[in-house]
């Protein structure tokens, strides 16, 4: 499925219902704060199964308390897409349970 690129406006309103997410180097971008290192690695277990199940997948790095993502879209010459947005929505929605922000 073709994914197209979105305009500056739709990421500047999409990037309102998502507070602590950015766009740097024109990737979606967000880092979470977590209460120890093992607490961390099960999010990044969590966001890798979702990623799977979306068929979408960020760079994902694992630190001592903390989990980072970065995501554009490869099929779409590395722009960002709706699908960059599902993905970061997605991870919003679980991170709580995890204790992380
Ligand atoms: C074949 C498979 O659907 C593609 O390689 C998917 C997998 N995950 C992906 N992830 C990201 N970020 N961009 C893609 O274009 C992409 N494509």
Same mark, same amino acid.
């Given at each position: 499925?073709?994914?197209?690129?979105?305009?500056?406006?739709?990421?500047?309103?999409?990037?309102?219902?998502?507070?602590?997410?950015?766009?740097?180097? &024109?990737?979606? #971008?967000? +880092?979470?704060?977590?209460?120890? =290192?093992? *607490?961390?690695? !099960? @999010?990044? %277990?969590?966001?890798? /199964?979702?990623?799977?199940?979306?068929?979408?997948?960020?760079?994902?790095?694992? &630190?001592?308390? #903390?989990? +980072?993502?970065?995501?554009?879209? =490869?099929? *779409?010459?590395? !722009? @960002?897409? %709706?699908?960059?947005? /599902?993905?970061?929505?997605?991870?919003?929605?679980?991170?709580?349970?995890?204790?992380?922000?």
């Amino acid at each position: 499925m073709a994914v197209e690129p979105l305009s500056p406006q739709e990421i500047e309103d999409a990037l309102t219902g998502l507070p602590g997410w950015s766009v740097a180097d &024109g990737r979606l #971008t967000r +880092s979470y704060r977590l209460a120890s =290192h093992v *607490a961390a690695a !099960a @999010l990044v %277990a969590h966001i890798a /199964a979702v990623q799977d199940e979306l068929d979408h997948h960020s760079d994902l790095t694992l &630190g001592y308390d #903390t989990v +980072s993502l970065s995501v554009h879209t =490869h099929s *779409a010459g590395g !722009a @960002l897409t %709706a699908k960059d947005f /599902a993905l970061a929505r997605r991870v919003e929605d679980i991170a709580p349970g995890h204790g992380a922000h």
